[in-house]
Nanobody, 121 residues
């Protein structure tokens, strides 16, 4: 199984920005799409964005389109999620996961600790 590590969360005011990082074992990004997901208190986990292993396919959920940008650094084996104009409804624990395709099903039902994003005034 592939272990991914999320980082970069924090507390910001509405309109603020954060950059999340998903660090993967070397070689993972060449073989898997990577997706970002989030889970708010009392809600189910939902997909936010993903990028496939060739970068030809990138997906954004409607509620983040135009505000979030996904990218990756192959050499560092990191997938980033740049989040701008954050709103209170973006408050959640953010997770990353490996997928067969983007968008597509997860390759494993294994989640890391995630990284907390809190948006409030």
């Amino acid at each position: 199984q592939v272990k991914l590590v999320e980082s970069g969360g924090g507390a910001v005011q509405p309109g603020g920005s954060l950059r999340l990082s998903c660090t993967a074992p070397e070689g993972t990004l060449q073989h898997h799409a990577i997706g970002w997901f989030r889970q708010a208190p009392g809600k189910e986990r939902e997909g936010v964005s993903c990028i496939d292993r060739t970068e030809r396919s990138i997906y954004y959920a409607d509620y983040v389109q135009g505000r979030f940008t996904i990218s990756r650094d192959i050499l560092k084996s990191i997938v980033y999620l740049e989040m701008t104009n954050l709103q209170p409804e973006d408050t959640a624990v953010y997770y990353c996961g490996t997928q067969y395709d983007c968008p597509g099903p997860l390759t494993q039902e294994r989640w890391g600790q995630g990284t907390q994003v809190t948006v409030s005034s």
